[in-house]
């Protein structure tokens, strides 16, 4: 072995530093970094991750034969560097012993506390410490600990008891005692014993009292620990490399716990949830680290600043707060001190706000952990931006420490935090449509509509939605669907208002007869109050006040340097003028989807829509459709006024017919009364027009090509309203997009439609407008044979959504009922239909772009499915050379961030 | 032009020759054969289809100046070989004008009779024949032809009527009579002179009266017709190159209809519907070719055994038959004598049995054309197995001459011929499952259950079909559905049990409550007779009687000869032991696809099944599971014990549940009283079930996730059948087939799950059996990773069905709604479920092949969907490199046929 295998840390001497994160994992590359900062850490040694893969080859023999040496070595330095020795019962040096790999990742060996302590060594122990009850507690903690991690004594089944949590609970009851806290010396000699007793009995090999022996079986466990299944399947499902491994640290344990001068306590360097730059965190006197985090004591905070705010909110009085609960910096102000220049060095050290965990033994601050603070979104923004001002860290980098779905939190409004902390949780569902939102139950959207007239808010709760319910959502401040997934009809609409929704909440069950919705045993009726918190997906019970985020000059700032560096172009989906300026304002620079099929749902519309549809033939629906092309040019109009100069792309009916129609027995006979037809063919035509996969049918062009006058009176609409507003001084620039295509055929069909309709316009009024015709490219088909298409087609749009359903072959409405038990099991390691998968729908994706431009260089290539505002995928779409993306108008600031970063990205080699 | 462009074909001189089709097209190259081998040919030319690339790209001007010295030549040629001169007033030279490729296409130019003909010419032509109407008829259709075909004279839109027949009518009206033959030379004389002045008056420029003018003017519309439209739009969807060009042929006229020595007519050399080796052969006295074809009289027999056949048919006396129609074997002896010579001249050369058109003007017989003749499937046998046993035709050729699709007809029951003549035709829908049946109107499968027990024929009339209407299908004659393709339930579950079936039929109406069918105002009620055509997809009125075809001697030799030669190996799809045997007497090498759903309609199983579906937890469904468990082991057992010592690929549980479910609120009810369950419950778990898009929905192995116990269930049966019959002496090769893979961790789990119960099956058994897990690739996710599936899985199986489904993304129960328009507007040139788009779907199996190779390079491919019995896809698949197909037992000839074919054409150089 040439290569060192263990590097020490400790005020005397350390090998490692932060950039070794290779060998000596996250942690121990840390650890090492504050050694050579000068700030006080327990010394100890890290053994290199290299020696991981020589384990998984020639297993624990031949490391120990390797690395003996050297751990000798940097034991014998810890007990320098600590003045204890190892091994030694009259004055033991207990250690830790941890994981730690390149990345953070769960299923690894837990940590090992207390190691190095026998029966022999305990008075030695409690003499140092003068706490003899303190030496037993330490002891038994280690014997369960070890027991359970590192010699594998597991309860038999997942239904089974934990056996060393048994022995407690019965010496408990025999005491007739509640709380650990309770037992005596005497309980935790037996529980030891007892411990031990289990582990002979249940592994058929000794409890090892030798402290070697403990550190070598604990050092091997990491190790093997490193190909358990568990880990096995996180790094699968992480594409992280078997080859990294993992490394073992081994550091000088310090007790927290040891009596009113020590404690334990994390501090964090900026606000993590306002971002603003002020110093705070929490401690607990006599406590360790893992009480902090179990959150049955409530801490202390360390500044008076930060002490004075608690008790204000509190409403605790200052001379209670001082009494009761004061800060570190009133209880120990030297302590307070030492902290503050710690995190003043880490911070300006790592160029990051850090969150620090330390101990203090008997009036010593030790320093165990530094790592980047998590924050919320607003804090990104604001730490980022802040940061670059205060010259830390460049633009580039400011830039890539927001992470850009965070900044939906910014864009939509919130729970308030306190109100939120008491509010009783129905059930979950996905999160479909970010925000927060409260308000009274209604069932039907008829009645939303009303209710909201009556400026009442309501929440629209359905089995599922159908285009049919448009304008109860947009009536509703937010939605709830028992049925659906993430790209479920609700969840697109509601993205697209930027309204919140949740869908595919299996467990609500709704009784719209009875109008209550009823989860488990509870029932809640028309009218009750509940909250839904459309981010994370949760279901409150009642009335939640919430507060709309406000837009930063932060923000502004951020989003204006996103702006120099992105490539790709951001557009958005927008069917109103409303929603157009909407996306503007988010900095859109043109609409890359225009559905118009949500247009025919309104007031009218809807009749003379199903009397083209219900028409017996030809020159009926010519009747209907004259009817329907006034309306669709104002839509046009007004869409093309907003977007002034910039590109609209409008897609071409694409839903299956009978998605207009009325589809049970009342509203036909309804609709039979209206149009005076018969109810009898009515149900026939709708019958007729019923599909068994409606999704996969007679949708999208193949309606233009069955029925070309609907796709001329939309071409109609369409080039008569560019000239109509280019006659007011508007600039307007048409795309039309064929959907649905899957031959060069198809297109060419629609595609001569559109442009003699065209020339027919121009020719009538003596006036053109420039535009193209596209293909929406959302069968895989399409994308097989995007080269035909591409010699036709002046520009393709990835429709993402469809393209994932075809190639994976579910159905967005459908998938609801196994995709979350997919995630959980690992089938896929992301929603596909949230983040693209990039190796199935993504190699698609890279066909027909490789295929469009190989016939046509100059093709102009956009994305326009819900993947437009996802930034995982924004960064594929950048790197195979797509030009836009478009995505709903509330998503526009995440997908510019993200394109910049993709960018970025592109160009930085770290 | 150093290219020879005219060659000329005549007793005295032919250049051409029959293999040199490439420059003459097809009828040019056996004109100039038939010249060469001396039977009596219209001396003529033909110029070469090279110059018709010329003429695209350079002009009527250069391809003139270029070959009018040949053409010249030529015409000098045919003038000296006839005895005529062109041009030549007083007895003029008539000639046709006929376009003419390598492939036969419809779209080009319409043949040009009698042109060189004119006013001045009139007389002439009339003095030769001694007959003046002869010559003016002859002229007036002339012109109609050459103004038509040539100058373009069209209707101005199709709903107007033909101009020259708006002339004809008028003028008939004016005399006041009914057929052309009544019409008296002034008639024909003032037809002509109005035609001209039709002409002159429409297109502006004269009729051309010059026989040069009209000789260069019709060559140069030949020429002009490669690119017309229609023809472009055949070319694209036959692949023919726009290159190949077309040839003009020019030959000398003779005419048919001078009077009783003349006549024409249509000799085959062999029977085409038997195949038997019997000269014969039909012809009208005293009239043309289009006569003999227009079927306005009705000919008479060639031969006299022919000419008794016929009367004995038609029940005529022989002395009737003598009289009345005697044949030309009584009537011309010499002529007969010489068509005997030419067709064994013609037959013996060509190798294969021609059909040969002849016209006999005024007792001299002359040859117009010969090609190979069209004939039944049954004939195609015979004619290839006694050609070979003749020594005609060596082995390779015999197999090639079958047309492997057209083996369905001796497979299936046919109509009697004589009994279709009268029949009504109602309807026409998709030809789903071949076959011929006859039977009364049912509209329930149950009652359609009952009626077949009762011994009446029944037709299953549905609007569509559903797994639960499996015994009503299975008792039926006939399935006739409204909605649906021809890879519709009803039309796989029909074409498996090789039953016939027509899918949708869009054009009728079903109302279940009145029990009656309707097309446009006719109703048929419950017990109604009708007929169905599944070959054809043609639905007849009444009960017309059908008769089986037997599978011949030759039949059964050609099979052996496949059997040589093929390479790609021919499983069936069977879900029962009867299927089973059937396929394996078809020669069947195993089963591909044993679908284990249809198992659970079956008697009592059904129940146990929806009681496995509707339990509340893991147990109850455990507990319905175990019972179903003997079941499914007794079927496995059936298979493998008919397959003994073949494999048996059973793939696992694949539809959604709900399909298990019964929809409407009767069953419900029914179904809540049968199970002790509230009608309430069983309400809820239907519309819990209930999917949008089934298709894409909880299906195929997303099952077997979420409920892994059903997988266990299966495997458990599959592999106890297995030891069971084992025991017995049979050899059971198991391949156990996952459904709808769509990520290597979905295959995984599943056959970890399937693996496990072989072990423990194995185990407590002290006993084992060979068994493989592999993958369904149906999703074109799997296709596109299916190097990660093949890392796992032993075996792929394409699931070409709705791996076109999807790749599509349309579902082929909907299909039906757009396919046939789809086709006909050559939106797709063949119906992609019947023929594996290779472009497509055929990309992404290649793309299977070639990734699951790579990582596994014994893997066992085969292909499971309908496209297995499909011979253009047997073909691909050969290509490609799969190892087997599987299709419905009645298509293994086929496939077996198919499968030697393409190994012949992959090793044999034409």
Redesign the interface.
């Known amino acids: 072995m040439s290569k060192k295998a263990v590097y020490v840390f400790g005020p005397a001497r350390t090998d490692g530093a932060a950039n070794m994160k290779n060998s000596l994992g996250g942690k121990g590359a840390n650890l090492a970094e504050m050694c050579r900062l000068g700030i006080p850490v327990p010394p100890g040694l890290t053994i290199s991750a290299e020696i991981c893969a020589i384990y998984a080859r020639h297993g624990a023999n031949v490391v120990r034969k390797l690395i003996e040496e050297e751990v000798l070595a940097g034991i014998a330095f810890i007990e320098n560097e600590f003045g204890k020795k190892f091994g030694n019962a009259a004055d033991p040096l207990l250690v830790s012993v941890r994981s730690g790999s390149r990345v953070s990742m769960p299923g690894m060996m837990d940590t090992i506390l207390n190691l190095g302590l026998n029966e022999e060594a305990i008075p030695g122990l409690a003499a140092a410490f003068g706490n003899e009850r303190f030496a037993w507690d330490s002891y038994r903690r280690f014997i369960q600990m070890y027991g359970d991690v590192v010699m594998g004594l597991k309860p038999a089944s997942k239904e089974d008891p934990d056996p060393f949590e048994e022995i407690i609970d019965r010496i408990k009851t025999e005491k007739g005692v509640r709380l650990d806290t309770q037992l005596d010396l005497g309980d935790l000699r037996r529980m030891a014993s007892e411990f031990k007793a289990l582990i002979a009995g249940r592994l058929d090999r000794a409890f090892p009292d030798d402290p070697w022996e403990q550190l070598w079986g604990a050092i091997m466990g990491v190790f093997e620990s490193w190909n358990n299944e568990r880990a096995k399947l996180y790094r699968k499902m992480h594409h992280i490399p078997d080859a990294w491994g993992t490394a073992v640290s081994v550091q000088s344990m310090v007790f927290g716990n040891l009596g009113g001068k020590s404690g334990s306590g994390v501090a964090v360097t900026r606000d993590t949830v306002s971002g603003e730059d002020i110093f705070n965190g929490e401690f607990l006197l006599d406590a360790q680290g893992e009480d902090v985090v179990a959150g049955i004591r409530t801490p202390q905070q360390i500044t008076l600043e930060g002490s004075r705010r608690w008790a204000r909110l509190a409403q605790v009085s200052e001379e209670d707060r001082r009494a009761q609960r004061p800060s570190m910096e009133e209880l120990m102000p030297e302590i307070h001190r030492q902290l503050l220049e710690t995190e003043t060095i880490l911070e300006n050290h790592y160029r990051d706000m850090q969150n620090i965990e330390f101990t203090i033994q008997e009036g010593r601050l030790w320093i165990l952990q530094t790592h980047s603070a998590k924050r919320t979104g607003a804090a990104m923004v604001r730490v980022a931006m802040e940061m670059l001002e205060q010259g830390m860290i460049d633009e580039k980098t400011a830039m890539l420490r927001v992470t850009p779905d965070r900044l939906d939190e910014l864009l939509h409004p919130v729970f308030d935090h306190a109100a939120l902390a008491n509010a009783r949780v129905i059930t979950r569902g996905l999160p479909a449509s970010p925000g927060a939102s409260t308000g009274q139950i209604v069932f039907f959207p008829d009645e939303a509509e009303q209710w909201a007239r009556s400026e009442f808010d309501v929440i629209l709760v359905r089995?599922?939605t159908s285009p049919e319910d448009l304008r109860g959502i947009a009536a509703a401040r937010g939605i709830l669907t028992a049925h659906g997934g993430m790209t479920s009809h609700a969840a697109v609409m509601a993205r697209g208002m930027g309204k919140c929704c949740i869908s595919g909440a299996g467990t609500i069950?709704i009784d719209p007869k009875a109008r209550t919705m009823s989860v488990g045993d509870r029932v809640y009726k028309e009218g009750d109050w509940i909250s839904l918190d459309g981010s994370s997906g949760l279901v409150y019970e009642g009335k939640i006040s919430t507060r709309n985020a406000d837009l930063s000059p932060d923000f502004d700032k951020l989003m204006g340097i996103a702006e120099r560096y992105k490539k790709l172009a951001v557009r958005a989906n927008a069917d109103t003028p409303e929603d157009a300026r909407m996306a503007r304002n988010f900095g859109a620079v043109g609409i890359g989807l225009c559905r118009t099929e949500h247009m025919f749902f309104e007031g009218d519309r809807i009749k003379a829509m199903r009397e083209m549809i219900l028409a017996k033939d030809e020159t009926g629906r010519h009747r209907a459709l004259a009817r329907l092309l006034p309306m669709q040019r104002d839509d046009f109009e007004g869409i093309f006024t907003a977007m002034d100069g910039l590109p609209v792309t409008i897609c071409l009916l694409d839903p299956p017919l009978h998605e207009f129609l009325p589809q049970d027995d009342v509203s036909q006979r309804e609709m039979a009364i209206e149009m005076s037809l018969s109810y009898e063919d009515i149900k026939?035509r709708v019958?007729e027009l019923h599909?068994?996969?409606?999704?996969?049918?007679?949708r999208g062009c193949?309606l233009g090509?069955?029925y070309p006058e609907i796709t001329e009176m939309q071409a109609r609409a369409i080039f008569e309203a560019a000239i109509n507003v280019k006659a007011c001084g508007i600039v307007p620039k048409v795309e039309i997009m064929v959907p649905?295509v899957?031959?060069v055929?198809?297109f060419d069909?629609q595609a001569r439609v559109i442009r003699g309709v065209a020339e027919l316009v121009f020719a009538r009024h003596g006036s053109t407008v420039d535009y193209m015709v596209g293909a929406m490219i959302?069968?895989?088909?399409s994308a097989?044979?995007a080269d035909n298409i591409g010699r036709q087609a002046e520009f393709f749009s990835f429709g993402t959504n469809?393209l994932t359903?075809?190639?994976?072959?579910?159905?967005r409405?459908?998938v609801g009922?196994?995709l979350l038990?997919?995630l959980k099991?690992?089938?896929?390691t992301q929603d596909p239909f949230q983040s693209i998968?990039q190796?199935?729908?993504g190699?698609?994706i890279r066909m027909g772009v490789e295929k469009g431009r190989s016939v046509r260089p100059d093709i102009r290539l956009g994305v326009c499915g819900e993947h437009g505002g996802d930034p995982a995928s924004i960064e594929f779409f950048h790197r195979v050379g797509i030009d836009y993306v478009s995505c709903s108008p509330f998503r526009v600031p995440i997908a510019r961030l993200a394109a910049a970063q993709a960018a970025v990205a592109d160009t930085v080699v770290e």
């Open positions: 089995r599922e069950h026939r019958d599909e068994a996969n409606p999704m996969m049918g007679h193949r090509i069955t649905m899957g031959t055929r198809e069909s959302e069968t895989p088909r097989l044979v469809d359903q075809m190639t994976f072959g579910f159905s409405d459908d009922k196994f038990p997919y099991a690992g089938m896929y998968d190796e199935s729908v190699q698609l």
